[in-house]
């Protein structure tokens, strides 16, 4: 007679609420994790401040007819880098980190689902850049001739593209955190962030780039998030020096939200708890 079988365990499924309350909970832990690193925030705030305050102190020239100047530019540029560098990059190394020293192999033993431990990176990648963003406007409208916008619907283009920035970013961060290891994290990330910023309009203008690379860049959100920044802080008379001599809003708001949905998708599928050689 043969052995009685196991049952076989049906898988946990939770109510949407408990769901919530989950991805709460874990959002305000790393939240509350981020700003005890004292060293990580003071890297996260101090970094993009420090480029613009150089970049815009040494370039000052005017943009045509536009009324617009390079400090301007660069201020919405160091927008779109501190969402990268928020959501992307330190995603990257901080999760990597975690999967080495066996903090996610560890959560891998909790109930904690992947979708909480998702919202609780974008949680934290969310304050942490809005607060980062707000320090860059007020030294941007101090020094450098920046004017915040009036209208509500710039306001509205500002909260879609950021949202849409940080949710795509850190998701492909996730995404990138599985193929790479912990010793060469620095380099694969340090690497690609900073190739984009002078091929997506951070420094210059975007029309002023070589075509192939304004294509190369198209591939990637910083462009798409710098362009968002440039059309609610800078006047309508920059237009012409953007691609199609347009704002782009539509094509924005598609390019985001696909980075979004690959991002996911490819989080879904590839992220892991463990490192490779713990099998």
């Excluded at 101090?46 to 480029?51: E, F, Q, R």
């Excluded at 660069?74 to 903090?103: A, C, D, H, K, P």
């Excluded at 492909?172 to 790479?180: K, M, N, P």
Aim: hydrophobic share 50%; glycine share 8%.
């Amino acid at each position: 007679m043969s052995a009685p079988t196991a049952p076989v365990s049906a898988p946990v499924t939770r109510p949407a609420a408990s769901l919530w309350k989950v991805s709460a909970a874990r959002s305000v832990l790393e939240t509350k994790q981020f700003f005890r690193e004292k060293g990580q925030v003071i890297f996260t705030f101090a970094m993009p401040l420090l480029m613009l305050t150089l970049l815009a102190s040494i370039f000052k020239q005017r943009i045509g007819d536009s009324g617009v100047d390079a400090q301007q530019i660069y201020v919405t540029g160091m927008l779109g880098v501190g969402v990268m560098s928020t959501s992307f990059q330190s995603m990257v190394l901080q999760v990597v980190g975690e999967r080495s020293n066996g903090t996610l192999k560890r959560l891998r033993l909790t109930p904690l689902p992947k979708s909480a431990y998702f919202a609780g990176k974008i949680a934290v990648v969310l304050v942490s850049s809005l607060g980062q963003a707000a320090v860059l406007l007020g030294l941007g409208t101090a020094f450098f001739g920046l004017h915040l916008p009036t209208d509500p619907a710039r306001w509205a283009t500002f909260a879609w593209v950021y949202l849409l920035g940080i949710v795509s970013c850190t998701l492909l961060g996730l995404a990138y955190s599985s193929v790479v290891s912990v010793q060469s994290a620095g380099a694969m990330v340090f690497l690609p962030v900073i190739v984009l910023q002078f091929i997506s309009g951070v420094f210059v203008p975007f029309n002023d780039l070589p075509g192939p690379l304004r294509t190369i860049s198209s591939f990637f959100p910083m462009k798409w998030i710098c362009q968002g920044m440039r059309s609610v802080f800078l006047p309508d008379t920059f237009q012409p020096y953007e691609p199609g001599h347009t704002w782009g809003h539509g094509q924005t708001a598609l390019a985001l939200g696909a980075f979004a949905v690959v991002g996911l998708i490819v989080c879904l599928k590839t992220f892991r708890w463990k490192t490779r050689n713990d099998g």
